[in-house]
């Protein structure tokens, strides 16, 4: 078994439309070296020769571990610290002024490893002190969510978090741990980290301030990013901020969502419907 063991069309369609159903996530006809690299050595641990036995065994009661493991694979994406720095600007400068010191709450719905969750804690923590602050970080990979409940990286991961933040609530790993970076626990254990879909309602009639939704809807297509971001919507308090990622947008989609800046709009207090209701 090598990394250049190929994938059948039939076999890459299964696995690609399995995604699709389960994440919502398009992997596109050009991704089956992405697929094979990221596959191949579970082939080689299972035992398989091709890519339809492999799926074969996902598919059967015997595979639902394998199953989340394959999705786990196919689904994680690359993050880092302060990604976008402009959005935690916003967060800083505009969001936590108009809480007048209220209780503020962030819903961090794709949070992959850790990195941006613990980027808003930091902005939060100095801000807010020990305030009255709470983050929710979720995603559809338990195996990302383990490492981000660690709050353990790698030191070359640090290049985008200012310096005054990376004093105060980092350490440097020594011994075994050289070469690591810590994000001190006082700050970890302001995270609640849970598993997710974003397909999928929240449970419970819980109300966020901001949800932060960045650099996901790219892998969405149009009704499945309407879908999501319905979900979402649920979660959101009216006059609630939801800030997505540079590159996408919410256009062509049907909301209701006021824009403020290029990816970052917010929900309206009151829609016309109320409106109404209450002149009456």
């Known amino acids: 078994m090598s990394t250049h063991t190929q994938i059948s069309p039939f076999a890459f369609h299964k696995i690609r439309d399995y995604v699709y159903r ?8 050009d991704k089956t070296a992405m697929v094979t690299g990221r596959l191949w050595r579970r082939l080689e641990l299972y035992g398989h020769t091709t890519y339809e036995a492999y799926f ?13 493991t394959m999705l786990d694979l196919l689904t994680t994406n690359e993050t880092y610290f302060f990604r976008e720095p402009a959005h935690f600007d916003f ?45 929710l970080a979720t995603d559809i990979s338990g195996k990302v ?6 709050g353990v990286y790698r030191a070359e991961r640090i290049n985008h978090i200012p310096d005054d933040y990376l004093k105060n609530y980092c350490r440097r790993g020594i011994g075994e741990y050289d070469g690591m970076l810590a994000v001190v626990p006082s700050l970890r254990s302001r995270i609640k ?16 301030d901001v949800i932060f939704l960045r650099n996901v809807l790219i892998y969405f297509d149009q009704p499945t990013k309407q879908k999501v971001i ?19 947008s919410l256009h062509g989609l049907n909301l209701g969502l006021t824009t403020l800046r290029p990816s970052i709009y917010r929900k309206p207090v009151a829609s ?9």
């Not at 902005?123 to 602050?133: F, I, N, Q, R, S």
């Not at 969510?145 to 660690?150: C, F, G, V, Y």
């Open 56 to 68: 074969a065994y996902v598919s059967s009661n015997e595979g639902a571990q394998e199953r989340a």
């Open 145 to 150: 969510l383990d490492h981000a409940r660690t």
């Open 22 to 29: 389960t994440a919502g996530i398009i992997i596109g006809n």
């Open 193 to 208: 980290f849970e598993l997710h879909n974003l397909l999928h309602e929240r449970q419970g009639n819980e109300q966020f």
């Open 230 to 248: 319905e979900n979402l919507m649920q979660s959101l308090r009216p006059g609630g901020w939801l800030i997505l990622g540079h590159c996408e």
């Open 272 to 280: 016309a419907t109320v409106l109404r209701k209450l002149a009456v």
């Open 91 to 135: 967060l800083r400068d505009e969001i936590i002024p108009q809480q007048r010191n209220n209780k503020i709450r962030i819903w961090c719905a794709a949070s992959s490893t850790g990195e941006e969750p613990h980027s808003i804690a930091m902005v939060l923590a100095d801000t807010m002190g020990k305030g009255d602050w709470e983050i």
